[in-house]
């Protein structure tokens, strides 16, 4: 157990619509990093907060976004959603920036 | 950008066989990290490297950071049944816009033959 904690563990919905995960990251880390992972292009960086502020930024589409709130815990909005976007999205918390990164469960989104 | 490259894709073994993998970058990188991943779980971290000929051991698994800085390598020695899953690397570059991203490697499947 890595001390990441992310919900829901899967979530099954339809195109177009709209998803929220939430993640809670190890208790004192400052860090959250999000990745989605399909079968086709591995884990890919999407975007790291750090203590609330957006720090670094990967291949998120325009219809993805997140956010980091006073408490920590992060959420990745996904929105008009497509069939393509079904993945597993992995979050990770690090103490700070450049440490190492513990993932979480993850997430399985599956767009119908 | 920056991209790694992970060999090989995948591996058979017996039980018993020692394993290699390696991953190399276009780029240097200032920490390389292997993480290990089980069907439908996150990624476990095995090893972290933070220093150019770097050489650290984890039980059987031993990495090397690379002395270009822009190579790992993992080796698994006396493989199990339950060294069976999905081997990544990951690199991470300087400060800058790449501030604690990392970079993933497309992972190499390990099966073992009992």
């Known amino acids: 157990d890595s001390g990441v904690t992310q919900t829901p563990k899967h979530l099954i919905t339809a195109t177009g619509q709209r998803v929220t995960l939430r993640c809670s990251p190890r208790?004192?880390?400052?860090?959250v990093y999000w990745y989605q992972q399909s079968l086709d292009q591995g884990l890919q960086f999407l975007i790291q907060?750090?203590?609330?502020?957006?720090?670094a930024k990967g291949n998120i589409l325009e219809r993805f976004s997140a956010q980091q709130f006073p408490d920590l815990h992060s959420e990745l909005n996904l929105s008009s959603l497509e069939l393509g976007d079904s993945a597993l999205y992995f979050c990770?918390?690090?103490?700070?920036?450049?440490?190492?990164?513990?993932f979480g469960p993850g997430t399985r989104l599956t767009v119908l | 950008g920056q991209q790694l490259n992970q060999s090989p894709q995948s591996m058979f073994i017996q039980e018993g066989e020692d394993v290699s993998m390696n991953c190399t970058s276009s780029?240097?990188?200032?920490?390389w990290l292997w993480y290990k991943q089980d069907p439908g779980e996150g990624p476990v971290l095995l090893i972290a490297?933070?220093?150019?000929?770097e050489l650290t051991s984890n039980g059987r698994l031993t990495a090397q950071f690379g002395i270009t800085r822009k190579d790992s390598f993992l080796n698994i020695s006396a493989s199990i049944p339950s060294d069976v899953g999905i081997y990544f690397c990951?690199?991470?570059?300087?400060?800058?816009?790449?501030?604690?991203?990392?970079?993933f490697g497309q992972g190499t499947i390990l099966t073992v033959h009992p």
């Open positions: 990770a918390s690090s103490l700070a920036g450049a440490d190492t990164q513990y």
């Open positions: 208790s004192g880390d400052l860090s």
């Open positions: 907060y750090y203590n609330g502020e957006e720090r």
């Open positions: 780029s240097i990188f200032n920490t």
């Open positions: 490297l933070y220093k150019a000929g």
């Open positions: 990951a690199g991470r570059g300087a400060g800058g816009t790449s501030y604690g991203k990392l970079t």
